[in-house]
């Protein structure tokens, strides 16, 4: 364990998005993590007397059971507040609210439902916040994606993850992280759901300096010759029910056999679920071999165990 270098850029640093992390420090969070996966004992006292706090404007599983496992298994204690009934801000302003936390806690976990809401806690709490999803980023996920990743195919660096579906959170944190750790990400969405114009060309930007490619098309052609396809709800937490005009849309962008097929004989399926078999993707598909899904809510664990263990450190 002495044997892991301080990552400075993570050190008491708010997680809101991924955009301020450079690929040497994400490869090095990902080391900490492998290491944590294979002797997770030598790491039981790491942050012993460290506390955080978790606050859930959506419903979770995988989140919340893995911040709160990861915590325990470092030694620190998570306390869990449902804000499910009322959101933040509503009972005290969201400056009060992070005044009071910083008091307390050493970290803020954070699940809401407005980007906005998390930078207004960040900057009324010297705790560092992490976003554990809101509207716009999910973080976490695509740390524990690209370490699927890179478990399953050696490198990161090169590869080519084609996300077919919704442009939202999670396409969003995808196309950021394989910016900065130079994996190729094409979107492929329906008309009309595309990712967020401004954050695309953020990912672009940034993509610069890795050597990636950031795409997004309407045309489901695309997905040939890519070594990952992933893909999420059609309708995401707080946008409402599936209806049928949703299913009309997305239909087409169904990840079944037919579309792996096309991806190429080696594609992996990803998600980060819930999955609704079915909708987004079929039974055959997250049931087949390439589906890599429950490696990625097992490594949720282990990635997010690394980056309290660099935020909090000594
Ligand atoms: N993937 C994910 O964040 O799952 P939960 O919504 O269950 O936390
Ligand atoms: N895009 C989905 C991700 C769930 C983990 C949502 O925001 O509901």
Redesign the pocket.
Same mark, same amino acid.
């Given at each position: 364990m002495s044997a892991i270098a301080p990552i400075p850029s993570l050190r008491r640093s708010d997680i809101l998005r991924l955009s301020h992390v450079s690929r040497d420090d994400v490869l090095a969070l990902f080391s900490t993590a492998r290491a944590m996966k294979q002797a997770p004992a030598e790491f039981a006292n790491a942050l012993k007397g460290r506390s955080i706090v978790m606050l859930f404007e959506?419903p979770?599983l995988?989140?919340r059971v893995t911040f709160e496992i990861g915590a325990a298994r470092l030694g620190a204690h998570a306390v869990y507040l449902d804000h499910s009934d009322q959101r933040l801000g509503e009972r005290e302003t969201v400056r009060d609210y992070g005044h009071n936390l910083e008091r307390w806690v050493d970290a803020i976990v954070a699940r809401v439902f407005r980007q906005t809401a998390l930078e207004e806690l960040a900057g009324a709490s010297k705790a560092p916040v992490v976003n554990a999803?809101s *509207?716009l980023f999910?973080p976490c /996920?695509s740390l524990a994606d690209f370490l699927t990743l890179q478990e399953h195919r050696g490198q990161v660096a090169g590869l080519r993850l084609a996300y077919v579906g *919704?442009g939202?959170? &999670?396409c969003h944190s995808l196309m950021e992280l394989g910016a900065i750790l130079g994996c190729h990400v094409t979107a492929i969405t329906p008309p009309g759901r595309e990712p967020d114009a401004a954050i695309t060309r953020e990912c672009q930007t940034l993509a610069v300096a890795s050597g990636a490619r950031i795409a997004v098309t309407n045309e489901l052609s695309a997905v040939a010759g890519h070594d990952a396809v992933y893909t *999420? &709800?059609w &309708?995401?937490?707080? /946008?409402g029910a599936e209806t049928d005009q949703t299913r009309q849309v997305f239909t087409p962008y169904q990840v079944n056999s037919a579309l792996m097929s096309k991806a190429g004989p080696k594609a992996l399926f990803m998600h980060?679920?819930?999955a609704h078999r079915g909708s987004e993707v079929t039974d055959s598909v997250m049931d087949s071999k390439a589906s890599v899904v429950f490696d990625q809510a097992e490594n949720r664990l282990h990635a997010q165990m690394a980056l309290l263990y660099h935020m909090l450190r000594d």
């Open positions: 959506k979770s995988r989140t999803l *509207d999910h /996920q *919704d939202n959170n &999670v *999420d &709800v &309708v995401s937490m707080g /946008q980060c679920l819930p």
